[in-house]
């Protein structure tokens, strides 16, 4: 089987969020499985070809977007586990400081700029004469192409045996733009129709995906469940019309990568049978922190975007609200400034029990998620959530908003029964985030029930082994299906 991954970001590349993770680690999985493997990316600014001895393919191509030709080249790299990532490389578009947008704004042209991509990437598939039997597209920048499949190209015999996948990272970022996007992009007003690329007289890039992708998945079955329910931001009529069709896969982690044992940008390695360097990473994260070393402060870490999906409402209460018990908290954003002004507000209220770092910095993410005791994550929403995995492998304790992926992940510990890895509480039944802190508070101050639960939280495993065979399957359908096609054609 021949698999493309389209997408706008991928570890190491260029990341500014789980997606990254995702399109990073699982063509690896799926390799091991046997198949052929190779992922497509934009060739960003910050992408440094030297670093990566980018080598350029000897042709120059071209697309159409509105009234404009653009020009550009494909540019590649073979990985050391053999996978072949291409970067579609052009000035106008690409050659930027920021991935989608500056100082927490988005491009204008960002519409132009992945049409560009889709259209592009088709045209790359052309010239390096690789047929994939399976496209799959990740989020929004890359929901283009299944409707370029089904419209423009649909009697272009070199796509006949290829299916697309969409998967839906987050369903908040549609990439919505007036109707005028249909002469932009190339289509056929014809199509501008409800069933295809219409969505209440905008044009829609998820919905047209939606609509007319092969198979659409998202990243944990309880996300895949409420945005067809409640939390579809709109799309729940569009799900709605496929729901056979659509998917619920939860992401695996990179126990490689994220490894307290093999850490290096950590003060000191642990494991779950001995876990004394875990002090010594409090201790370092504590004296980054400019807070007081003490081992019974309760310390709790937040790495993440700063968004209001995220929850930092409810983080800047707790950190008003417990000013007077020993408890300290770390953050690392970046992201909304909104959001940073009021964080260093509270910072400069309480110098010695928050901090807060405003950066991408993947090496203190490392530290925070080492040295915290606990690990705070009280999303509105969270398709899937890779932090609250990631805590959970350096023992360190998730405390979350039942909601999407943190539900499929994190369960209430009962000290009783000795079941559970985390705290949860349920922002939709009026639960609150401020006495969740405090239980979790009152177990971490019982020695035996913390270790007890950190044991749990280190036996948490969500595997990308597991999670590839609900690909594989799925692909697997999609070709079967694709065979009838063709024999009725
Ligand atoms: P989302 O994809 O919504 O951003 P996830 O929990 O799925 O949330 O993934 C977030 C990933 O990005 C995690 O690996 C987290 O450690 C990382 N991350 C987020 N913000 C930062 C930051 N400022 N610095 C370093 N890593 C970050």
Not at 121 to 139: G, T
Request: charged share 25%.
């Amino acid at each position: 089987m021949n698999i493309l991954m389209v997408a706008s970001e991928c570890v190491p590349f260029v990341k500014a969020g789980g997606l990254a993770d995702v399109v990073g680690t699982l063509p690896r999985y799926l390799k091991n499985l046997g198949y052929d493997v190779r992922v497509i990316l934009p060739k960003y600014q910050s992408i440094d070809g030297k670093k990566y001895d980018l080598q350029t393919l000897p042709y120059r191509l071209q697309v159409r977007v509105g009234k404009d030709t653009e020009f550009f080249r494909v540019k590649y790299y073979v990985s050391e586990d053999d996978i072949t990532y291409y970067f579609i490389e052009n000035m106008r578009f690409f050659n930027r400081p920021g991935i989608y947008g500056m100082d927490g704004l988005d491009y204008p042209d960002n519409r132009e700029r992945y049409i560009f991509f889709c259209r592009a990437v088709l045209e790359s598939l052309k010239a390096l004469m690789f047929r994939p039997d399976i496209i799959h597209c990740h989020d929004w920048q890359t929901a283009l192409i299944p409707s370029y499949l089904k419209t423009v190209f649909r009697d272009d015999g070199f796509f006949w045996n290829t299916s697309t996948v969409f998967t839906i990272h987050n369903i908040a970022y549609q990439g919505q733009f007036p109707a005028d996007t249909i002469d932009m992009a190339g289509f056929s007003w014809a199509d501008f129709t409800p069933d295809k690329l219409e969505f209440y007289n905008n044009f829609n890039f998820m919905k047209c995906a939606i609509c007319l992708s092969d198979a659409v998945s998202t990243v944990s079955p309880t996300y895949a469940k409420e945005i067809k329910e409640f939390n579809g931001k709109g799309m729940e009529i569009v799900l709605n019309s496929r729901p056979d069709d659509i998917y619920g896969i939860l992401n695996g982690l990179d126990y490689d990568y994220w490894n307290p044992l093999t850490d290096r940008e950590i003060a000191a390695n642990y494991f779950q049978d001995d876990i004394s360097g875990k002090k010594l990473c409090k201790m370092e994260l504590q004296k980054l922190c400019g807070f007081d070393i003490d081992e019974n402060a309760y310390l709790l870490g937040c790495v993440s975007r700063l968004d209001n999906q995220k929850g930092f409402d409810i983080i800047l209460d707790a950190m008003y609200l417990l000013d007077d018990k020993n408890v300290q908290f770390v953050v690392l954003g970046s992201g909304d400034a909104t959001i940073k002004r009021y964080l260093v507000e509270a910072k400069n209220k309480y110098p010695k029990s928050v901090a807060v770092f405003f950066d991408y910095n993947e090496s203190l993410a490392h530290k925070i998620y080492a040295g915290s005791d606990a690990y705070m994550m009280p999303s509105k929403f969270e398709p899937c959530g890779l932090s609250q995995m990631i805590a959970l492998t350096y023992g360190t304790i998730p405390i979350v908003n039942r909601t999407g992926g943190l539900s499929d992940t994190i369960k209430y510990y009962v000290p009783e029964s000795n079941e559970g890895n985390g705290f949860v509480f349920n922002i939709t039944y009026g639960d609150n985030f401020v006495q969740t802190i405090l239980k979790s508070e009152v177990v971490f101050r019982n020695k035996k029930q913390w270790k007890a639960l950190m044991n749990n939280a280190f036996n948490s495993k969500f595997t990308w082994e597991d999670s590839v065979l609900h690909y594989q399957t799925m692909y697997l359908n999609l070709i079967e299906k694709k065979e009838y096609e063709i024999v009725y054609r």
